[in-house]
């Protein structure tokens, strides 16, 4: 059996487990075939950084429910606040009769984001719907149509979100025609091209500029860390050329920090230390610690702009959510889990370069503090992306403790999403069981 002998890592049943594979069979005869998981394992608990299946198995997460569990699983704080607020109020609907946690989430949230100008917040249930939004209350403000994205952008699976992601198989493919008036321009991608800020703005201005008119944009949308595009940072000179086209234009320009914002790449949003200030800022995953929930943060004048009534639903901003939100910026101001986070980015960037030192088969390293991805190639020369190697790594890991995530639009990727409370000995465990994955794969 794999890998017993270590200290966070248990297995006591060849993964996946007996009771995992008649899970799986009664979720193939019950569930809808669509959605996808990375590891075939059941979970049953989690705490902290650890995960244990059905069949016993404890594994390291280095996936964090998709960069959600920020905190932490089950973080004492969040538990808590969760637990003695569904005992309170569990469901009223801010459309019908309005609570006060709503209210000060949306507060502390127009506290936080970047810029010093008024604010305000709107709630909703996912990370696509935020994006929705943001995208309704642009087109509100400016009577425009038309939406740029970016390549390799990852924004969900509702209509527009869908439409402004980048990847058509599988995120779009079969569903028929998409939303209008939607452009996409390259993403500075320095491994692949383009390769230079400078390169990326010139090839931006041409869509925005060309392909429509700026005085048709209501907005351009872009994630300041690619998320499922492979962890690509956007170059800071990038996002202040952005800022200076859309500020000339009268275009919102919106952040999408769903999956690099509360705390993923070191600082709360991944925006304060590229030095960018967007108008809009959708966040979601970490923001609630493992409950559903997302917003959308901007100017106030912007955020206004739809009429009453135009924004909302039965479900956004449930107080048990808003609970967990409120507990989570309790465990960022209380201070530890920023530094720790930088702690663990550095341990990994470390650990990640010395591959690349030592494994023809990592092609890059890169990201944002503790949001660091290696692109897996078939050769260093012609850098041939390598999903092969990357899903017989994802499977090493499953097999032998450790959940891990790929991503990139070439699937060439394996991204690094631990919960920041993850200890170095936690660390170093997983990274010892993904290296070894590495060398399997051909090194
Ligand atoms: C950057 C980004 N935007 C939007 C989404 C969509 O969020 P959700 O899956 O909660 O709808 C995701 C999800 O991965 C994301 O990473």
Not at 85 to 96: D, E, K, V
């Amino acid at each position: 059996m794999p890998g017993t002998d270590t200290k966070d890592i248990r297995l006591i049943t060849a993964v996946p487990g007996p009771k995992s594979r008649a899970l799986m069979e009664r979720r193939r005869a019950a569930v809808a075939r669509g959605p996808f998981h990375g590891t075939p394992v059941f979970v049953e608990s989690a705490h902290g950084a650890l995960l244990t299946d059905a069949d016993g198995n404890r594994f390291i997460d280095l996936a964090s429910g998709i960069g959600v569990v920020n905190c932490g699983h089950t973080p004492e704080p969040v538990v808590k606040a969760v637990r003695e607020q569904a005992g309170r109020l569990l469901h009223a609907s801010f459309n019908t009769t309005p609570y006060e946690p709503y209210v000060e989430l949306c507060e502390r949230l127009n506290a936080k984001a970047p810029g010093a100008f008024a604010k305000k917040s709107f709630l909703a249930n996912s990370g696509a719907e935020a994006v929705e939004n943001a995208v309704k209350i642009a087109r509100a403000h400016t009577g425009r149509p038309a939406v740029v994205c970016f390549e390799h952008a990852f924004h969900g699976r509702t209509w527009m979100a869908m439409t402004l992601t980048a990847k058509a198989k599988p995120y779009k493919y079969g569903f028929g025609a998409l939303c209008s008036d939607v452009y996409r321009a390259p993403f500075p991608y320095a491994y692949r091209g383009p390769a230079t800020a400078a390169e990326a703005f010139a090839r931006f201005k041409e869509v925005a500029a060309v392909q429509t008119a700026p005085s048709q944009v209501a907005a351009v949308i872009i994630e300041p860390v690619q998320g499922e595009g492979g962890f690509l940072p956007a170059p800071r000179e990038f996002l202040a050329a952005l800022r200076a086209f859309c500020s000339e234009h009268g275009i919102v320009l919106i952040a999408d920090e769903i999956q690099c914002g509360f705390g993923r790449t070191g600082t709360l949003f991944a925006s304060e230390q590229l030095g960018f200030e967007p108008d809009l800022i959708t966040t979601a995953k970490g923001l609630a610690g493992g409950m559903p929930l997302s917003a959308v943060t901007g100017r106030a004048e912007m955020m206004d702009a739809p009429v009453e009534g135009a924004i909302g639903g039965t479900f956004g901003g449930n107080p048990s959510a808003v609970a967990a939100a409120l507990a989570v910026l309790g465990m960022f101001e209380s201070g530890g889990v920023l530094p720790r986070a930088k702690a663990l980015g550095d341990a990994l960037r470390s650990r990640l370069e010395s591959w690349k030192a030592a494994y023809a088969l990592v092609g890059d390293v890169r990201g944002l503090g503790p949001m660091l991805a290696v692109e897996l190639v078939k050769d260093r020369a012609t850098k041939e992306p390598a999903p092969e190697a990357v899903k017989a790594v994802v499977k090493h890991c499953y097999e032998n403790g450790v959940i891990v995530l790929s991503a990139g639009s070439y699937g060439s990727c394996l991204r690094f999403l631990p919960p920041l409370v993850t200890t170095d000995a936690q660390l170093a465990e997983a990274l010892d069981v993904v290296e070894a994955g590495l060398k399997k794969a051909g090194g």
